[in-house]
């Protein structure tokens, strides 16, 4: 699936409400809190934090999905296309980093 396809997910989603997107600075506050979320999820399972016993459980990837959900109303609201972006920062990591790491034989 291409961050386009959940692009225009996402768009078809909030253009079915009178609201629309929110704020750019709205939406990175979510952001911020969504990839918060993401943290107190690692800190839970892999770090020393452990949940409290009233505490609801929650799913690492439904985090993650909240990220991205998020990052895709920024980009929409925005008019940034994703995968556009994307292919230009596989091509600068390729470029850039591509003797940086040993590679498997
Ligand atoms: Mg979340």
Redesign the pocket.
Known sequence: MSMRSVQKQVDEWVNQYTEGYSKPLEILARLVE?TG?VAREINHQFGPKKKKSTEKSSNLG??IG?VIFTLACLANSLGIDIDKYFARVMKKYSQRDKNRFKKKP
């Open positions: 969504e979320e439904d985090e909240d």
